[in-house]
């Protein structure tokens, strides 16, 4: 079992910085490729970005690409999600998961259904 605590959501204006943190308890965290995924209020939860066991492969959704950077620290068991430039329509419930897969596939980061552990989610709000 692995246990996600996510931290850093907000209230910000657009164009704003935001750093998300997840960590992690329970397991060897550097065993676990890490996503982020989002949630708006109506919509499917979707993927945001991923990252590699040892933080050298990382995924973004298209919109992301640019503005928000996912990292992992395996010493303090804590992956990061710094988001830039933000937008009204990064707005959403944002969630990290771990994956205890030991391939790193693109495609498979990108499915939530991959994911076998999630964290309870932090709010992101972008008012224009």
């Known amino acids: 079992q692995v246990q996600l605590v996510e931290s850093g959501g907000g209230s910000v204006q657009a164009g704003d910085s935001l750093r998300l943190s997840c960590a992690a308890s329970?397991?060897?965290?550097?065993?676990?490729?890490m996503g982020w995924f989002r949630q708006a209020p109506g919509k499917e939860r979707e993927f945001v970005a991923a990252?590699?066991?040892?933080?050298?492969?990382?995924s973004y959704r298209d919109s992301a690409k640019g503005r928000f950077t996912i990292s992992r620290d395996n010493a303090k068991n804590t992956v990061y999600l710094q988001m830039n430039s933000l937008k009204p329509e990064d707005t959403a419930v944002y969630y990290c998961a771990a994956d205890s897969a030991m391939t790193y596939r693109d495609y498979e980061r990108r499915v939530a259904a991959s994911y076998d552990y999630w964290g309870q989610g932090t709010q992101v709000t972008v008012s224009s």
């Open positions: 329970g397991r060897t965290f550097s065993h676990y490729t």
């Open positions: 990252i590699s066991r040892n933080g050298g492969t990382t």
